[in-house]
Antibody, heavy 117, light 110 residues
Framework: QGQLEQSGAEVKKPGASVKLSCKAS????????MHWVRQAPGQGLEWMGV????????LYAKTFQGRVSMARDTSTSTLYLDLNSLTSEDTAVYYC??????????WGQGTMVTVSS | QAGLTQPPSVSKDLRQTATLTCTGN????????ATWLQQHQGHPPKLLSSRNNNRPSGISERFSASRSGSIASLTITGLQPEDEADYYC???????????FGGGTKLTVL
């Protein structure tokens, strides 16, 4: 089945950067694509990008290109998300999710990122 | 980026049937199929149906997905109080090279 454990809540000032982590366990980390999806308060889901944990290649949503970076550490089965030049619009819950069987079937618990001066 | 279109809200009576729709185009739903997610307040989404309309293990048979052209549907039979949640569709968009989501439908069980 598996589990994704995400890092704790963050509070950042506008213009700062944030680095989130997502540790996978209970399944083969390198066998499935992993995605980041965010959800602003009271809003819907927004796809940020995907990384292939095996090869390391990534694809970012155009909305975030130039501001986002995804990485993985196969030795610890951990996924990372870096987002810089934060604004209040980046206040959201950030989820990592594993794509298996044609859908996002395993989700982390989410990390709340608050951007406020 | 362009998303998928879902009705913002649907209300149905207990034990009735609800059908939620998700409208895309030939670059996403029409060609790639759609997935369906359920999200209860304060919780991460849960996959109800994958791109080929299959239910993951553990998902009730009361949830069934289908597609006609560029419109995907999720049918929930025998509505229960715990079905009250937000439902999102998503699809891979081959022209955008991105996953896109619908805005979500809030299902209320009366």
């Amino acid at each position: 089945q598996g589990q994704l454990e995400q890092s704790g809540a963050e509070v950042k000032k506008p213009g700062a950067s944030v680095k989130l982590s997502c540790k996978a366990s209970g399944y083969s980390f390198t066998s499935h694509l992993m995605h980041w999806v965010r959800q602003a308060p009271g809003q819907g889901l927004e796809w940020m990008g995907v990384i292939n944990p095996s090869a390391g290649d990534k694809l970012y949503a155009k909305t975030f290109q130039g501001r986002v970076s995804m990485a993985r550490d196969t030795s610890t089965s951990t996924l990372y998300l870096d987002l810089n030049s934060l604004t209040s619009e980046d206040t959201a819950v950030y989820y990592c999710a594993t794509e298996r069987g044609g859908g996002f079937d395993l989700w982390g618990q989410g990390t709340m990122v608050t951007v406020s001066s | 980026q362009a998303g998928l279109t879902q009705p913002p809200s649907v209300s149905k009576d207990l034990r009735q049937t609800a059908t939620l729709t998700c409208t895309g185009n030939n670059n996403n739903v029409g060609n790639e199929g759609a997935t369906w997610l359920q999200q209860h307040q304060g919780h991460p989404p849960k996959l109800l149906s994958s791109r080929n309309n299959n239910r993951p293990s553990g998902i009730s048979e009361r949830f069934s997905a289908s597609r006609s052209g560029s419109i995907a549907s999720l049918t929930i039979t025998g509505l229960q109080p715990e079905d009250e949640a937000d439902y999102y569709c998503s699809a891979w968009d081959s022209s955008l090279s991105a996953w896109v989501f619908g805005g979500g439908t809030k299902l209320t069980v009366l």
